[in-house]
């Protein structure tokens, strides 16, 4: 199997149907808004759960995002669906509890009992999720919570009230509601690809789900500063151990401030990490200060420079490649600019070409030479052009100078020919 980047953007989220408040859903995707439009029937795709049409439309109340990997927002979701039954939540801990019912055999007339999800309301969810970013087995991941829905958001302040606000530190908790102009326009006439491509680079960092940045975009910079680093020939330190980098430039992390040009191997790093913690036992850091500027580092954002400059060719590609409409708007600009700069040109310097056609006007008005005769207009009228052209070029040659002797050279004077 191919190794691959960490994803740029991986998250859980909860779904409220608008129409019925209480049904909810939790679901996972590398993209909110594509997902969004399948559970609302927009596009295909979607959720079997989701797509009762007394339930849509569906509404993105809020994500966690954060994930190293895809395989650790799946596991994350599950946590979330089934909090009576996951083993990362200890039973002494555990909000809600297991419900068991009965069913009976259509052909035996059987019964037994089988575990059941119980029915969660928004408190539920919203607490059970507070309990989740607290266990020992997320609680080192650097995940975060994004609200979109204000009313959501207080059920959330009022129960992380409730347990002593006791929410793990480095954990970031935002509301980011959509702008009022962006709701507006929520429901245009249909767009063409290209309108829709514009508009979501538009409502990048405008708030709500369709401001959330799902791409690379945010280590672009980062991503240019380490390849231009490690390609240089100077040779590079490492900021820790003092050792020089060998050619395996591939586990080097580049810290990410723009005037820094420190470099670090990855375990010595990560090493510095967890001392400046205290973390004992763990073998993976959050955050860190540069070893050189002091600046705080996310490690994750660090791990994900490295992994897309390693193994993401095809993403560097792409996140390099300049925007097409912009390429050909900047070069038909130029080509306008060059246009207008040689017609200047041409006028300064035809300046006189009005007095030049006068010149030729006079010239075409002289009387023409007796020997001068028109020759009606008939269907061999183009053969009698090229005749007559024919009879001035002998007769202008037989005043011309003797004939010389036709010299061909090729790349060696010595092997001329002279032709009779």
């Known amino acids: 199997m191919d190794a691959r980047p960490i994803p740029a953007f991986y998250c859980c989220y909860l779904l409220r149907s608008v129409e019925h408040h209480a049904s909810l859903y939790v679901g996972s995707t590398p993209n909110p808004v594509r997902r969004l439009a399948q559970h609302n029937g927009e596009s295909k795709g979607g959720a079997v759960r989701t797509a009762r049409t007394n339930l849509r439309p569906w509404e993105m109340t809020c994500i966690v ?39 009976t055999s259509s052909k035996t007339a059987r019964t037994r009992k089988c575990p059941a999800r119980p029915r969660a309301s928004l408190t539920d969810k919203l607490s059970n999720l507070n309990l989740l970013l607290r266990v020992p087995s997320f609680a080192r991941w650097p995940l975060q919570v994004r609200f979109f829905c204000e009313d959501v958001y207080r059920v959330w302040q009022r129960w992380n009230e409730r347990v002593g606000g006791s929410i ?48 690379y975009s945010e280590l ?54 967890l001392d400046e913690e205290g973390a004992g036992s763990s073998i993976m850091p959050t955050s860190g200060k540069c070893p050189k500027c002091k600046v705080a580092l996310q490690w994750i954002d660090l791990i994900k420079e490295m992994s897309l400059r390693a193994r993401g060719e095809k993403e560097v590609a792409q996140l390099m490649k300049r925007p097409k409409g912009r390429q050909s708007k900047a070069v038909s600009s130029h080509i306008e600019h ?38 009606e207009d008939d269907e061999n009228d183009l053969m009698s052009t090229t005749s007559a052209a024919s009879d001035g070029m002998d007769s202008a040659s037989s005043l011309t100078a003797p004939r010389l002797e036709v010299v061909i050279e090729d790349s060696d004077w010595d092997e001329a020919e002279v032709l009779d």
């Open 338 to 375: 060059d246009h207008t700069r040689n017609e200047d040109e041409s006028d300064q310097e035809g300046g006189n070409f009005g007095e030049i056609a006068l010149q030729a006007g006079s010239v075409a008005d002289d009387p023409l030479p007796d020997d001068w005769h028109y020759q």
């Open 220 to 273: 672009k910079g980062h991503l240019e500063k380490s390849i231009f680093m490690l390609e240089d020939d100077e040779p590079i330190m490492c900021s820790i151990c003092a050792a020089r980098i060998g050619p395996d430039k591939m586990v080097t992390l580049v810290c990410s401030q723009e005037s820094c040009r420190t470099a670090s191997h990855m375990t010595c790093l990560a090493t510095r990490f």
């Open 168 to 215: 793990r530190s480095g954990l970031r908790i935002v509301l980011d509601l959509k702008q009022p102009a962006e709701a507006l326009n929520s429901h245009d006439a249909p767009m063409s690809t290209q309108e829709k491509g514009k508009r979501k680079r538009e409502a990048l960092g405008k708030g709500g789900v369709e401001g959330v940045d799902v791409g």
């Open 65 to 103: 995002t954060g994930f190293p990997s895809k395989i650790a927002a799946l596991q994350f979701e599950w946590a979330w669906q089934n909090t009576h039954l996951t083993k990362r939540i200890a039973d002494e801990q555990r909000i809600t509890l297991r419900e068991t019912k009965v069913r």
